[in-house]
């Protein structure tokens, strides 16, 4: 079935500093991807989302793109903010309708 | 405001307690879940109801037990729990499970959570 990994956290940056969060998976045929952010004392929301093959899904600054060559959807961020801090989850379809496969979730923390 | 609201947002719980979880939805959607989030684990899909039928039970204890009595409310019925059942209860909702397939909007929509403690 479909599987998903991501980079284990925590991930602590400075203001400003580049962020990459690694996220490959493996999937038949080739799914939609989706990015998820946890922000502290709420619930998922969508961050980002990308349908096909080198689609670039770009939200808040943030940007993934989808590579089926390296199977991976590697979030990224030029510039994070300390409002950035948060878990962050890759995330595709699995098995039957309704089912969102998620990873582990990478926490990170951004100081001023 | 999410669209998805769940109570309560805190809850302290003896093992020999009966309590409920509640979580409704304002966005029309067909499609609800509850979800278990702990630390260090990957979250954990433990019911689906699609238009009130529960679709999914992935291998949950009975002292955890669904109801949907409509497409907008869904409750999760906890007895006899134990410590480590302790977590974060996440509720999501989607338009239905076919059309989130085709992924041109959220498929999910979560709300805040439950945070649960058992002693």
């Known amino acids: 079935g479909n599987s998903v990994t991501q980079m284990e956290g925590p991930v602590t940056l400075s203001e400003e500093a580049f962020l990459t969060i690694n996220c490959t998976y493996t999937a038949t045929g080739y799914p939609s991807l989706f990015w998820y952010v946890q922000y502290p004392g709420e619930g998922l929301q969508l961050l980002l989302k990308a349908t096909k093959a080198d689609d670039k899904g770009s939200n808040k600054g943030f940007e993934a793109t989808y590579r089926k060559e390296t199977t991976s959807f590697h979030l990224e961020k030029g510039s994070v903010q300390v409002s950035d801090s948060a878990v962050y989850f890759c995330a595709l379809p699995g098995g039957k309708g309704g089912k969102l496969i998620f990873g582990q979730g990478t926490e990170l923390s951004v100081k001023p | 405001e999410t669209g998805v609201t769940q109570t309560p947002r805190h809850l302290v719980m003896g093992m020999t307690n009966k309590k409920s979880l509640k979580c409704e939805q304002h966005?029309?959607?067909?499609?609800m879940y509850w979800y278990k989030q702990s630390a260090k684990k990957p979250l954990e899909l433990m019911f689906v109801?699609?238009?009130?039928?529960?679709?999914e039970n992935n291998s949950v204890p009975s002292r955890f037990s669904p109801e949907c009595p409509n497409s907008s409310h869904l409750f999760l019925h906890l007895h006899t729990l134990q410590p480590e059942d302790s977590a974060l209860y996440l509720c999501?909702?989607?338009?239905?499970?076919?059309?989130?397939?085709?992924?041109?909007?959220?498929?999910?929509?979560f709300g805040n959570g439950t945070r649960l403690t058992v002693t």
């Open positions: 966005l029309g959607h067909n499609a």
């Open positions: 109801y699609n238009f009130k039928e529960q679709t």
């Open positions: 999501a909702s989607s338009q239905d499970l076919v059309s989130w397939d085709r992924l041109y909007n959220s498929p999910l929509h």
